[in-house]
């Protein structure tokens, strides 16, 4: 099992910037590819991006790319999620997910550990 710990999330003015962070420890060994997910309010969970570990390879949701960019250290078994020119859409709890595999990266299906969540409040 990976334990997984988000950090970085906040209130912040539309046009504003955050780096989310998601720690992982445990199994590690066992991680193929990482991702972020994220729920707004009264809504489904929803893909936002993805990474396979080794390769570094990179998807995005079609709403945040340009705007969000997704990054992981290795050494430090941590993924980064960087937010640019965040929209009042972008509030939402956001969550690391990792996963043994590397296809259908976009499926919350295809992750096996979660964490806690991080809200992310964007103001108008």
């Known amino acids: 099992q990976v334990q997984l710990v988000e950090s970085g999330g906040g209130l912040v003015q539309a046009g504003g910037s955050l780096r989310l962070s998601c720690a992982a420890s445990?199994?590690?060994?066992?991680?193929?590819?990482m991702g972020w997910f994220r729920q707004a309010p009264g809504k489904e969970r929803e893909f936002v991006a993805a990474?396979?570990?080794?390769?570094?390879?990179?998807y995005y949701e079609d709403s945040v790319k340009g705007r969000f960019t997704i990054s992981r250290d290795i050494a430090k078994n941590t993924m980064y999620l960087q937010m640019s020119g965040l929209k009042p859409e972008d509030t939402a709890v956001y969550y690391c997910?990792?996963?043994?595999?590397?296809?259908?990266?976009?499926?919350?299906?295809?992750?096996?550990?979660w964490g806690q969540g991080t809200q992310v409040t964007v103001s108008s």
């Open positions: 997910a990792a996963s043994r595999g590397l296809s259908n990266l976009g499926a919350k299906a295809s992750y096996d550990s």
């Open positions: 445990g199994r590690t060994y066992s991680m193929y590819s």
């Open positions: 990474i396979t570990w080794s390769g570094g390879f990179t």
